[in-house]
């Protein structure tokens, strides 16, 4: 309706806009772990502001014009494009990622919280700042969107194909380093699970208890299998029916 179409044209345009939105979301479970977190936020923030511009513009300079309206209307599709792929599903997936275990619950809690009260404000408010100005509401979200992408340069470090960790170890060598967790991530090659253990240990998130764990298990098994178990002097209590 901002866009100065008929009710029933608007119908149409709802029905595509939703279908769009759908097919959209497909990709998402290929780029996610190939491409990564960091550019699928990058690639919606920049895309989503750029949408807006182009819906902006168009409104801006007089939305009543068929072709003017068109283009607008071009700019909501390419929104929900890049929203359907990028921003859609990552806010799900990476708080949990990126904070510790002491963490993880409260702070996946807070941005679910978060998530569902900033999209119940934008259902809210959103026909009444188009209302009062029919572009001002576009070109308020095309500027959050861009305040967006330094902020995730700067300080979202990329976490595909990472243990978690792989994470806590990211963050704990960027607090040691006094760097950017980004540049941690980039330059941290992937590493092993004794890797991990060794990195971590060194940061002090955590401690080795035993220099070979593969001869602990090998010993653990081998003394249950002898009824004694690993590292006791003298052999094991008898069973009770063997008393008997």
Same mark, same amino acid.
């Given at each position: 309706?901002?866009l100065?179409?008929s009710?029933?044209?608007?119908l149409?345009?709802?029905?595509i806009?939703?279908?769009?939105?759908?097919?959209?979301?497909i990709?998402?479970?290929?780029l996610?772990?190939r491409?990564?977190?960091?550019?699928?936020?990058l690639?919606?923030a920049?895309g989503?502001?750029?949408s807006?511009?182009?819906?902006?513009?168009?409104?801006?300079?007089?939305?009543?014009h068929?072709q003017?309206?068109?283009?607008?209307?071009v700019?909501?599709y390419?929104?929900?494009?890049?929203?359907?792929?990028?921003?859609?599903q990552?806010?799900?997936?990476y =708080?949990?990622?990126?904070n510790?275990?002491? &963490?993880?619950? %409260? #702070?996946t809690?807070v941005?679910?919280?978060?998530?569902w009260? *900033?999209?119940?404000?934008?259902v809210?408010f959103?026909p009444?700042?188009?209302?009062?100005?029919?572009?001002?509401?576009?070109l308020?979200?095309a500027?959050?969107?861009?305040?967006w992408?330094?902020?995730i340069?700067f300080?979202y470090?990329?976490t595909?194909?990472?243990t978690?960790?792989?994470?806590?170890?990211?963050f704990?060598?960027a607090y040691?380093?006094?760097k950017?967790?980004f540049?941690?991530?980039?330059?941290?090659?992937?590493?092993?699970?004794g890797?991990?253990?060794?990195?971590?240990?060194k940061?002090?998130?955590?401690t080795?208890?035993s220099?070979n =764990?593969?001869?602990?298990?090998?010993?653990? &098994?081998?003394? %249950? #299998?002898?009824?004694?178990?690993?590292?006791?002097e003298g052999? *094991?209590?008898?069973s009770?029916?063997?008393n008997?």
């Open positions: 309706d901002s100065g179409q009710r029933r044209l608007s149409v345009l709802g029905g806009f939703a279908t769009i939105y759908a097919i959209s979301t990709p998402a479970f290929f996610i772990e491409l990564g977190r960091r550019p699928l936020f690639i919606g920049i989503q502001g750029t807006f511009i182009i819906t902006f513009a168009c409104l801006a300079a007089g939305g009543n068929e003017n309206a068109k283009g607008a209307a700019g909501l390419l929104f929900i494009v890049f929203f359907a792929f990028t921003i859609l990552l806010p799900w997936v =708080p949990p990622e990126v510790p275990m002491r &963490t993880r619950t %409260a #702070a809690s941005s679910t919280c978060t998530n009260l *900033s999209n119940f404000a934008v809210m959103t009444v700042f188009i209302q009062s100005s029919q572009w001002g509401a576009y308020f979200f500027v959050m969107n861009f305040v992408v330094p902020i340069y300080f470090p990329e595909k194909q990472r978690l960790e792989e994470i806590d170890l990211i704990a060598k040691e380093e006094n950017f967790a540049r941690v991530a980039n330059d941290m090659p992937k590493l092993s699970a890797e991990i253990g060794s990195e971590l240990a940061t002090g998130l955590t080795t208890t220099k =764990p593969d001869s602990d298990v090998e010993q653990h &098994t081998a003394g %249950a #299998a002898e009824g004694t178990e690993p590292n006791s052999p *094991s209590t008898p009770s029916h063997e008997l």
